[in-house]
């Protein structure tokens, strides 16, 4: 049997796919339990943001994510009109380094977190 896909439909194909792909990315999630009011929410939620905090406590780590390198001496030149020209030697250039900072525990404390809720008794379903 032949196959009769054509290439822009096999493309069409594909560029949905990357669009409902997508809209699944985007979908919000809330927190519900069967019996329980969203004040008792607020409040089990503290209690376990509190829990976690306390299992993983923020921890700052900075990172070097780039730079610190020197480039090259070069020379700069400029050229008249008449022909003539000069050239100027420019030393190298220090480029320092650049660093980010983030807390290594977040992951782990939003864990705890939702493992917290869980074991509440409540459930994460796709917001209305």
Avoid at 18 to 41: D, M, N
Avoid at 84 to 89: D, V
Avoid at 91 to 104: E, F, K, L, R
């Amino acid at each position: 049997m032949k196959n009769h896909s054509s290439p822009s439909s096999m493309l069409k194909g594909f560029a949905i796919i990357i669009a409902l792909t997508g809209l699944v990315g985007c979908q919000r999630y809330e927190w519900v339990h069967p019996t329980k009011s969203l004040e008792q929410f607020e409040r089990d939620k503290y209690a376990c943001e509190v829990r976690a905090s306390r299992l993983y406590p923020i921890m700052t780590v900075i990172e070097n994510t780039g730079g610190g390198y020197v480039y090259g001496g070069f020379s700069h030149c400029h050229h008249s009109f008449e022909g003539y020209g000069a050239c100027y030697p420019r030393g190298p250039v220090y480029v320092p380094p650049t660093y980010s900072t983030h807390d290594a525990n977040e992951t782990a404390r939003n864990q705890a977190v939702e493992t917290c809720l869980f074991g509440k008794g409540y459930e994460l379903v796709p917001a209305q």
